[in-house]
């Protein structure tokens, strides 16, 4: 792909690389992780996403699984402020040191408190940029909406990526063959189709870090995690308003205050 944008792709969690397989393989991308993937399991995932960008022709990034998603709401509950703003300008300063010109990351949808505030860190860094003079792209892609769920606006503004049957066939393979997602790409795959992800969507990114009217109330983890607590399972409920809403306004005081590295 000559003359295309240099790319980055920022994600929470290690597989969610395989939403945008094609673009991997067409963009090679230096990729950006939050969390190891690890989960309840304890079990980290980067070692199967290094081998899905090693076969695309991408490659990791300076932050690369920093954290253990515990690590990661344990920080969201207990408030750590100084540790976002740090992430989210280590995150623009990355991205200024590769020149990256367009950046995709996970969709805000209130399903996982981890993508959402990954999402929350990118715009930050993006503002950053930008509030130096630096231009950057900005796109976001659902990871538990249908793929092609958007409107005639949306997908006039979006990159649109059609996959060929053989490049659809190396994306289900990689995903079915991925360590640790077996269940959940099979729902996935049963829920919409291995068709439905023939069309890979780039959409792009016009929300900062107000995020409200993106994620219901209660969003979805709420109440997945007040079933955890009740069963004994978790000791606290990660809460939007209490946890993530607020990374969001640490973030802000900073966002207009450009990298002192980025030159205006």
């Given at each position: 792909m000559t003359n295309d944008p240099r790319a980055a792709l920022f994600i929470a969690h290690p597989g969610h690389e395989l939403r945008v397989h094609r673009w991997l393989e067409l963009a090679r991308p230096v990729v950006l992780v939050l969390t190891d993937g690890s989960g309840r399991t304890g079990r980290s995932r980067l070692a199967a996403t290094s081998e899905v960008l090693a076969r695309c022709g991408a490659r990791p990034g300076p932050i690369y699984g920093r954290m253990t998603d515990g690590e990661l709401y344990r920080a969201l509950l207990d408030g750590r402020r100084e540790l976002f703003a740090s992430l989210a300008e280590e995150l623009a300063e990355a991205l200024h040191r590769?020149?990256?010109?367009?950046?995709?990351?996970?969709?805000?949808?209130?399903?996982?408190p981890g993508h959402d505030v990954s999402r929350l860190l990118l715009n930050a860094?993006?503002?950053?940029?930008?509030?130096?003079?630096?231009?950057?792209?900005?796109?976001?892609?659902?990871?538990?909406?249908?793929?092609?769920g958007l409107t005639d606006e949306v997908r006039a503004a979006s990159l649109c990526i059609q996959l060929d049957p053989a490049a659809l066939a190396r994306k289900v393979a990689a995903a079915r063959s991925y360590p640790g997602l077996e269940d959940e790409v099979a729902r996935v795959l049963a829920r919409y189709g291995p068709d439905s992800f023939q069309t890979e969507w780039l959409r792009e990114v016009s929300y900062g870090l107000d995020i409200d009217h993106l994620v219901s109330d209660p969003p979805s983890y709420e109440l997945y995690g007040e079933r955890q607590v009740a069963a004994g399972l978790y000791p606290q409920v990660l809460r939007y308003r209490e946890h993530v809403a607020t990374v969001a306004e640490w973030l802000r005081s900073g966002a207009d205050v450009p990298l002192a590295c980025v030159a205006r």
């Open positions: 590769e020149a990256i010109e367009l950046v995709a990351g996970d969709a805000v949808e209130g399903f996982n860094a993006v503002a950053r940029l930008r509030a130096g003079g630096r231009p950057i792209e900005n796109r976001d892609f659902p990871l538990d909406g249908a793929p092609g």
